[in-house]
């Protein structure tokens, strides 16, 4: 196991150089300029503004004190916002996103988890079919449109939750339920399918051969062996929430990274997006590492055939 | 017990020879034979949410088709005057009468901008006056277009670079993986958007970004099947005659991967409609003034508080596209592969 992990994360480090390399220099085939006004610019200025940024030396040098810096933390400095270091603007908008993608997770998946029993247990009658209605329209819509409708019917008619502003609790709860969406939907359907399997395995029988009521059973019994591959689609889900975010965070003004994405890519800010691109598939890579070792730690089988593979 | 075994006489008579001309009588399969894909078409009939889901997509793929020669008015022309008309079917039709709420007050909006008798505007027109059924007849087929093509491409790509990896084995197969591995840990917007920012924005680009991002899932599928297919029989059978590698390909792997294919090419279409309408949505997809499902919500989300049914009618048929797209791919999958379904 343990070599296993060394592996994974030898891996992870070369998929984040390669990552953060091409990223780099995708950036410097761009076109458009960093400066709104340059074209009200003289040469002078221009100059100077290059050599602020390190923007007059070759590229090999930018691209060598570029990744000299990231091992540091440093990003570098964003053209556009008042010449704040990327680090910190990261940092200062990292938190409501962590806030609105945890509540969605929790939310999405506890609730998919819950629907997806009930379908698998209750299977082939109505509320087998209400949830799996539920499951497909989750899976169908686009998030975005899941928010827009939220705003119109929860904040906009009903008054119930502020339209679009970051500004405690309140705010976050519209946000993560047009996120928890998508990961509910998944997570449904997931867990149905497990959820019928296990139930007709051989050791559910024997639960209820001795004795034990139908819930219990459920619930000590058939809950924990589904629960085991749900584990695996959190990694799919996160990307989705990250994807989800951009959009999300722009419909409900929420200063987050999700947000500064897409304002960035608007206004050329070079340095702004490659730090973030750097930062969205760190985090990617690290939720997909955490969940398959967390994989093979619950479920030894996989172990066994993961260290055989390998 | 007793009483039934008395009642029971059993003679000879009861007894009936069965000659060998009989015996072909009763073992003849009276119906045709299905081949695979007939069966697999079969169970698809009987799935009524597949099949209806199949028919508002013909019906929709049609209109798409109609609107590359005709549309009600032209989608890109603009008439201020009529700016933001709400929806007119008919008089007194609820919805559709052409009459706007204004200040608690109903008005006619078809009077005040002295639109002539007559002229209807099925979902209104937006900030520019244009026609919005028109628009988003051509936004249908645009977002429709960019499904395609996108999926013709993770098609192209997807299906050689999992055929050769899977049939090459080894180093080849080591080397392509990790590749494989390393691609699909960057989050697929971030490439998409990485690609658009280099290219200028519009239908090429946006396909060929997804193109290249998108025939992952399908490599890994082919591969993984190609694995298994390859210690077949038959494919050693092939070798052993010296048929080439590209031949065993197309004749007897590509055909066994068919319905893995066709599967995978559903729901990636979706997934493309998907990604378009959030590019535009977000303003760095198909650029003005062209219409597609997403700079359609995007336009009616900028309003929607006081013209919300410029927003209501392309977030209803982008939602059904999708709808309907999820639920033929779930019936393929279940036709075509039926031990997933219990």
Partial sequence: MGKYILKRIGYLILTLFIIATATFFLMKLMPGSPYANQAKMTTEQIKIMDQQYGLNKPVYQQYWLYMAGLLHGDFGTSFQFNNQPVSYLIASRIGPSMQIGLQAIILGTGLGILLGAIAAIRKNTWVDTVATFFAIIGRSIPNFVFAVILQFFLAFKLGLFPIALWDGFSSSILPTIALAMAPLATTARFMRTEMVDVLNSDYIELARAKGNSPWQTVAKHALRNSLIPVVTIIGPMAVDLMVGSMVVENIFSIPGIGEQFVKSITTNDYPTIMGLTILYSTLLVVVILIVDILYGLIDPRIRLSSEVQN | ?342
């Fill in chain 2, 1 to 342: 017990m007793a009483d039934n075994l008395n009642k029971l006489k059993i003679t000879p008579a009861s007894f009936k020879t069965v000659t060998a001309a009989n015996v072909d009588a009763q073992e003849k399969i009276s119906t045709p034979s299905l081949t695979f894909f007939q069966d697999a078409i079969r169970r698809l009939r009987k799935n009524r949410a597949a099949m209806i889901s199949f028919w508002l997509l013909l019906v929709i793929v049609i209109i798409s088709v109609v609107s590359i020669w005709w549309t009600p008015s032209n989608p890109n022309a603009q008439n201020v005057a009529y700016a933001n008309l709400p929806p007119k079917i008919g008089q007194g039709i609820p919805g559709f009468s052409g009459q706007a709420n204004v200040g608690g007050r109903i008005v006619d909006k078809y009077a005040q901008a002295n639109v002539p008798k007559g002229t209807y505007y099925i979902l209104g027109t937006d900030y520019l006056g244009r026609d919005l059924f028109s628009r988003l007849m051509k936004g249908v087929a645009l977002s429709l277009l960019i499904g395609l093509l996108a999926t013709l491409f993770d098609l192209a790509i997807g299906v050689s670079y999992g055929l050769i990896s899977g049939w090459h084995g080894g180093r080849t197969d080591n080397i392509m993986q990790r590749i494989i591995e390393i691609i699909s840990s960057i989050p697929n917007l971030v490439i998409v958007i990485l690609m658009l920012l280099l290219f200028t924005p519009g239908l090429n680009s946006i396909v060929m970004a997804m193109g290249l991002t998108g025939w992952i899932t399908m490599a890994r599928l082919v591969r993984a099947e190609t694995l298994t297919l390859k210690s077949q029989e038959y494919v050693l059978a092939a070798r052993t005659l010296g048929e080439s590698p590209v031949k065993i390909a197309v004749k007897h792997l590509i055909p066994n991967l068919s319905s893995t294919i066709i599967i995978q090419t559903m729901f990636s279409i979706p997934t493309a409609i998907f990604f378009e309408a959030f590019l535009s949505f977000i303003g760095i997809g198909i650029p003005a003034p062209n219409a597609s499902l997403g700079t359609l919500l995007a336009d009616g989300q900028k309003a929607f508080r006081f013209l919300p049914y410029q927003m209501w009618y392309p977030a209803a048929v982008l939602s059904i596209i999708m709808i309907a797209f999820n639920l033929l791919a779930d019936g393929l999958r279940d036709a075509f592969d039926p031990k997933t379904q219990e």
